[in-house]
C-alpha cells in the first residue's frame, strides 16, 4: 500500500529555518518525481516545490531562493530545506509522487508549519 509519512515541521520565528523530511513507502520510489505541497487555511493546496527522478528541481516563484529540495533513494525519502521563512509559509506541508505530471491519489497527514513571533 502506497503511503508517504511526512515530519519535521513545528513553530518557527520569522527569518528561522526548518527541514521537512518525507518517506514514502509502497512504491519504486526512485523512478518517480517527487513535490512538496503546502495547504494554508482557507487556501487550495499548491505545490511549492519537485524534483525529478534525476535530480533536476523546480521551484515556485514564492520559495524560490529559500527552499530547496532533494532527495535520498536509498531511504525513500524526499526532504525541504526551508530558510528565511515567513508568515506566508505557514501551512500543513505534504508530499507526493508524480505519474503523468499529476500527484497520486493518496495523501500523507502532513506536517504543520507554524510561523509566527
Given at each position: ?19 521537512l ?21 482557507g487556501k ?19 520559495v ?6 532533494s ?13 528565511s ?11 507526493n ?5 499529476r500527484p ?14
Amino acid at each position: 500500500q502506497r503511503q508517504f509519512v511526512e515530519s519535521g515541521g513545528d513553530l518557527v520565528q520569522p527569518g528561522g529555518s526548518l527541514r521537512l523530511s518525507c518517506v514514502a513507502s509502497g512504491i519504486i520510489f526512485s523512478i518517480y518525481p517527487v513535490g512538496w505541497y503546502r495547504e494554508a487555511p482557507g487556501k487550495q493546496r499548491e505545490l511549492v516545490a519537485d524534483i525529478t527522478s534525476r535530480g533536476i528541481t523546480n521551484y515556485a516563484d514564492s520559495v524560490k531562493g529559500r527552499f530547496t529540495i532533494s532527495r535520498e533513494n536509498a531511504k525513500n525519502t524526499v526532504y525541504l530545506q526551508m530558510n528565511s521563512l515567513k508568515a506566508e509559509d505557514t501551512a500543513v506541508y505534504y508530499c507526493n509522487c508524480h505519474r503523468d505530471g499529476r500527484p497520486f491519489p493518496s495523501w500523507g497527514q502532513g506536517t504543520q508549519v507554524t510561523v509566527s513571533s
